[in-house]
T-cell receptor, first 109, second 113 residues
Framework: GQSLEQPSEVTAVEGAIVQINCTYQ??????LSWYQQHDGGAPTFLSY????GLEETGRFSSFLSRSDSYGYLLLQELQMKDSASYFC??????????FGTGTRLLVSP | DAMVIQNPRYQVTQFGKPVTLSCSQT?????MYWYQQKSSQAPKLLFH???????NEADTPDNFQSRRPNTSFCFLDIRSPGLGDAAMYLC????????????FGDGTRLSIL
């Protein structure tokens, strides 16, 4: 079977740093993606890691350790607009994604 | 702007009455996907097309079917909607290749009366 586990909810204040973890167990693995979804909106692509290490894109960074089947999304200088759900997703091959359980991030003033 | 467009944003149908959801794209991507997303859950892949090749997920109910008449359009047909089919339906596209991101439409929220 396929499983991707994330914390269900994380809370933080504006300006803080937050890390959202993802552990996965899948039948295929080509890379780990992260998507952001605001309530009522579409998932939007944030980052992709195919190799071990850290990828940085502005305030967001994503990390992957394939040997540990683990990754995380790091959000820095949090803003109110970052309040959303964040999904990790494994590219399992054949152009398919399997999504994690999702983490709801609540940013307070 | 190039994008993925889903119509309508909200669809109401009656129990057992067939319904079709539509998706179009101006990205000229090879792959088009249909996902079902229920409240507070992850998107669940129903099926996808790579060009004209149809790929159905093993656990997608027979009640759900899809058509892709050309590169730009893809349809989701629900033959006999049940109350459990009420959900957000998301269309996505990608260029193909496992390192390519998926681009999602805003979704159609389907309600069943």
């Amino acid at each position: 079977g396929q499983s991707l586990e994330q914390p269900s909810e994380v809370t933080a204040v504006e300006g803080a740093i937050v890390q959202i973890n993802c552990t996965y167990q899948t039948s295929g693995f080509y890379g780990l993606s992260w998507y952001q979804q605001h309530d009522g909106g579409a998932p939007t692509f944030l980052s992709y890691n195919a190799l071990d290490g850290l990828e940085e894109t502005g305030r967001f960074s994503s990390f992957l350790s394939r040997s540990d089947s683990y990754g995380y999304l790091l959000l820095q200088e949090l803003q109110m607009k970052d309040s959303a759900s964040y999904f990790c997703a494994v590219n399992t091959g054949f152009q398919k994604l399997v999504f994690g359980t999702g983490t709801r991030l609540l940013v307070s003033p | 702007d190039a994008m993925v467009i889903q119509n309508p944003r909200y669809q109401v149908t009656q129990f057992g009455k067939p319904v079709t959801l539509s998706c179009s794209q101006t990205l000229n991507h090879n792959v088009m996907y249909w996902y079902q997303q229920k409240s507070s859950q992850a998107p669940k892949l129903l099926f996808h097309y790579y060009d004209k090749d149809f790929n159905n997920e093993a656990d997608t109910p027979d009640n759900f079917q899809s058509r892709r008449p050309n590169t730009s359009f893809c349809f989701l047909d629900i033959r006999s909607p049940g109350l459990g089919d009420a959900a957000m339906y998301l269309c996505a596209t990608s260029r193909g290749g496992d390192d390519q991101p998926q681009h999602f439409g805003d979704g159609t929220r389907l309600s069943i009366l």
